[in-house]
C-alpha cells in the first residue's frame, strides 16, 4: 500500500535503515523497498519547500525564495555544506573533483537558504565538494535574482565575497580585517561588527544542523547520484515541521 511505501520511505531516510531489514519489517522483498524508497524520495524531493504561516504554499526555486522575500521583507541567510561520500573508483575521469579542499575528504555540497527562525525556505545546487561555494550559487542564476529584485538582502559568510563586490548592499558578509597600522578602536569596531553579523547569519547553521540530524545525511555511504533527492526530500520535510514554529 502507498502508506507502507511512505512509511518505509520516511524510516529510511531518518534512520538510514538498510533496505533488506526494512523488507524483514514490512514482510516484503528487499527489491520492493528499494523500488519504493526510490519513487517515494522522489515525490518529496519534487514538492518544495514549506512557507512559514502559509499552509499549502510551497517554494520549489532560488527564484520564488527571493521573490517571497522581496514581497514580505524576509533577510535570507544562505550556506553551504558539505557531506562525505565514498570515493569514487579510482582510474576513473573527474576524481578529484570530490575531493574537498576545506576538510580534505570526498563530499559533495549543498546550499540552503533559511529566515531568521532558522527555517529552511530552499536547498539544492547538490555538486562535488571541490567546487567552491560561490561559483555553485552563481550557477543558479543568483546574480540575476539580485538584479531583479533589488530589495532582497543576503547574508553570507566570507567564502561569498565575489558577491559582495559584486552586489555591495544585498550581499552582506562580515567587515574585512583592517590594516595592521589602524588604530585600535577601529580593530575593536570590527570585531563587534562580525559578532553581530554571525549572530544574524546563525539561524542558517541551525537549519543545516536540523537536517543533518538525520542519519543518512550524517556520512551518506550509498550511491552518490541518489544523494541530491535525498538531500532535498529530507530538507523539504524538516521545513514542514518548522514553518509553524
Known amino acids: 500500500m502507498f502508506v ?5 520511505t520516511l524510516i529510511h531516510l531518518r534512520h538510514d535503515l538498510p533496505h533488506a531489514v526494512l523488507g524483514l519489517l514490512f514482510g516484503v522483498d528487499r527489491s520492493t523497498i528499494s523500488r519504493a524508497i526510490g519513487e517515494v ?3 518529496l524531493a519534487a514538492r518544495g519547500f514549506a512557507v512559514p504561516d502559509r499552509p499549502g504554499v ?7 525564495v ?3 522575500a522581496q514581497a514580505e521583507g524576509v533577510v535570507l541567510r544562505l550556506d ?3 557531506v562525505q561520500v565514498r570515493r569514487p573508483t579510482p582510474h576513473r575521469g573527474g576524481r578529484r573533483a570530490f575531493v574537498s579542499g576545506k576538510k580534505k575528504q570526498n563530499t559533495m555540497k549543498a546550499t540552503v537558504v533559511a529566515d531568521a527562525m532558522g527555517r529552511t525556505l530552499w536547498a539544492g545546487n547538490l555538486r562535488p565538494g571541490r567546487m567552491h561555494d560561490a561559483t555553485a550559487i552563481r550557477s543558479e542564476g543568483i546574480d540575476d535574482l539580485f538584479r531583479q529584485f533589488p530589495k532582497v538582502q543576503v547574508l553570507l559568510d566570507d ?3 565575489g558577491l559582495r563586490r559584486d552586489h555591495p548592499g544585498k550581499a552582506v558578509t562580515p567587515p574585512r580585517k583592517p590594516n595592521k597600522i589602524a588604530a585600535p ?5 570590527r570585531e563587534q561588527a562580525r559578532h553581530e553579523h554571525s549572530s544574524q547569519r546563525i539561524p542558517v547553521e541551525h537549519a543545516l544542523a536540523d537536517h543533518k540530524r538525520w542519519k543518512g545525511l550524517a556520512r551518506w555511504t550509498h550511491r552518490r547520484d541518489t544523494l541530491p533527492a535525498t ?4 530538507a523539504s520535510l524538516v521545513s514542514d515541521r518548522t514553518a509553524t514554529t
Do not use: C, P
Open 41 to 43: 524520495r522522489g515525490l
Open 231 to 234: 538531500y532535498l526530500a529530507v
Open 66 to 68: 527571493f521573490a517571497y
Open 4 to 8: 507502507d511505501r511512505v512509511s518505509a
Open 58 to 64: 510551497r517554494l520549489r526555486t532560488l527564484a520564488d
Open 185 to 189: 578602536e577601529v580593530h575593536q569596531a
Open 80 to 82: 553551504a555544506t558539505e
Open 159 to 161: 567564502g561569498y565575497l
